[in-house]
């Protein structure tokens, strides 16, 4: 029998088995549209480090092939509710196939886990999105990648004048650059990260999130630091996957902006990934229209449209948890104005609940 006449079976990934994770893993890394955030490693991550529930579906063929997986968050918070995304906490996922015919089976499959498991909202952050009933979104985020050059020069090149102007000024202050997951590293990443989000309004994430994102994928992610006279002012976590660096938790104190360390820091990150052996820089997705949108662009990255797609019951508005959104507008004024120590208290036990 042809295989692609084979029928597809679907069943739940058990994450917990070593040899099943294993052969998901495997599955995942050799498709060319994969993203962490397909990987088993973040998926369990998260749901540890958030105390969220991990979910996968596999579609299989009868001879034991894999067609397509679909990794799912379950996501429960009493002030913004329950949904399962693939994948929570990232800005892709979605249903990873190599046939067509498992992209509808694993969407209504995921759809009904759904239903069972009392989550009013489903969301698919990347991949082939289905049809109706699904609201398809390809106009509010941006994600922003290019390949990195062969030296620092290039990359230099490869950056607009005037913002090539702000990085060199920043690399004239010489400032100190360390990498790594030791204790220190990720104690200071905690605290520049912390009080970054605090003035941007919204709530930081649970330390134990970053601790067990890089204990899950061990060397293919770390930590870069930017410290003046010893003093951490601006860090990124990144995880590296299949030759692409992904920065992803990143900030600064209000000390990094004269001294221009974000800059710094992801030039020094560019440096850090081509010894890593990296050749691509994914600078991660933007709100079009934004500030960070437009920082990217200044660097030379060239936005280009993520698809996203959400369900809720008919006749039924799916979950909003935007930072952006107008309803959202008084609570991050407020938030802006806490004291850190009691954002830092308060942050991870809201935004476990984000997803």
């Given at each position: 029998?042809p295989?692609?006449?084979?029928?597809l079976?679907?069943?739940?990934?058990?994450?917990?088995?070593?040899?099943?994770?294993?052969?998901?893993?495997?599955?995942?890394?050799?498709h060319?549209?994969?993203t962490?955030?397909?990987?088993?490693?973040?998926n369990?991550?998260?749901?540890?480090?958030?105390?969220?529930r991990?979910?996968?579906l596999?579609a299989?063929?009868?001879?034991g092939?894999?067609?397509?997986?679909?990794?799912?968050?379950?996501?429960?918070?009493?002030?913004f509710g329950?949904?399962?995304v693939?994948?929570?906490?990232g800005v892709?996922?979605?249903i990873?196939?190599?046939?067509?015919?498992a992209?509808p089976?694993?969407?209504?499959?995921?759809?009904?886990?759904a239903?069972?498991?009392?989550?009013?909202?489903m969301?698919?952050?990347?991949?082939?999105l289905?049809?109706?009933?699904?609201q398809?979104?390809e106009?509010?985020?941006?994600g922003?990648?290019?390949?990195?050059?062969?030296?620092?020069?290039?990359?230099?090149?490869?950056?607009?004048?005037?913002?090539?102007a702000?990085?060199?000024?920043?690399?004239?202050?010489?400032?100190e650059i360390?990498?790594g997951?030791?204790?220190?590293?990720v104690?200071?990443?905690?605290?520049?990260?912390?009080?970054?989000?605090?003035?941007?309004?919204t709530?930081?994430?649970?330390?134990?999130l970053?601790?067990?994102?890089?204990?899950?994928?061990d060397?293919?992610?770390?930590?870069?630091?930017?410290?003046?006279?010893?003093?951490a002012?601006?860090?990124?976590?990144?995880?590296?996957m299949n030759?692409?660096?992904?920065p992803?938790?990143?900030?600064?104190?209000p000390?990094a902006?004269?001294l221009?360390?974000?800059?710094?820091?992801?030039?020094?990150l560019?440096?850090h990934?081509?010894?890593?052996?990296?050749?691509?820089?994914?600078?991660g997705?933007?709100k079009?229209?934004?500030?960070?949108a437009?920082?990217?662009?200044?660097?030379?990255f060239?936005?280009?449209?993520?698809?996203?797609?959400?369900?809720?019951p008919?006749?039924?508005?799916?979950r909003?948890?935007?930072p952006?959104?107008?309803?959202?507008?008084?609570?991050?004024?407020?938030?802006?104005?806490?004291?850190?120590?009691?954002?830092?208290?308060?942050?991870?036990i809201?935004?476990?609940?984000?997803?």
């Open positions: 029998m295989l692609l006449s084979m029928p079976a679907l069943r739940a990934a058990n994450l917990a088995d070593a040899g099943d994770r294993a052969r998901i893993d495997g599955f995942v890394r050799a060319p549209a994969a962490p955030f397909h990987v088993p490693a973040w369990i991550a998260v749901a540890r480090g958030c105390g969220q991990a979910h996968c596999v299989e063929r009868g001879n092939e894999i067609a397509g997986v679909l990794p799912l968050t379950e996501i429960g918070s009493p002030l329950r949904a399962l693939s994948t929570g906490f892709g996922g979605g990873l196939a190599v046939y067509d015919d992209v089976l694993l969407a209504e499959a995921g759809w009904a886990l239903e069972r498991l009392r989550c009013p909202t969301e698919l952050r990347g991949g082939p289905p049809g109706a009933p699904w398809i979104d106009t509010t985020y941006l922003f990648a290019r390949d990195l050059a062969s030296d620092d020069e290039g990359d230099l090149a490869a950056v607009p004048r005037k913002q090539r702000e990085i060199r000024k920043g690399l004239a202050q010489n400032l360390e990498s997951c030791h204790d220190k590293v104690k200071d990443h905690y605290s520049v990260y912390s009080q970054s989000v605090r003035n941007l309004g709530p930081v994430f649970p330390a134990r970053f601790r067990e994102v890089l204990r899950e994928f060397d293919s992610a770390d930590i870069l630091v930017v410290r003046q006279g010893g003093m002012v601006a860090s990124v976590l990144s995880v590296y030759g692409v660096v992904y992803y938790w990143g900030g600064g104190t000390a902006r004269d221009r360390a974000n800059d710094v820091m992801y030039f020094a560019m440096r990934a081509r010894a890593r052996g990296c050749t691509r820089f994914d600078f997705r933007s079009a229209g934004t500030g960070p437009a920082f990217k662009k200044n660097w030379g060239t936005g280009q449209p993520l698809h996203y797609a959400k369900r809720a008919a006749g039924e508005a799916p909003e948890i935007n952006l959104s107008p309803r959202y507008r008084m609570q991050v004024a407020a938030w802006r104005k806490l004291p850190l120590w009691a954002a830092n208290r308060l942050g991870p809201i935004s476990k609940g984000l997803g």
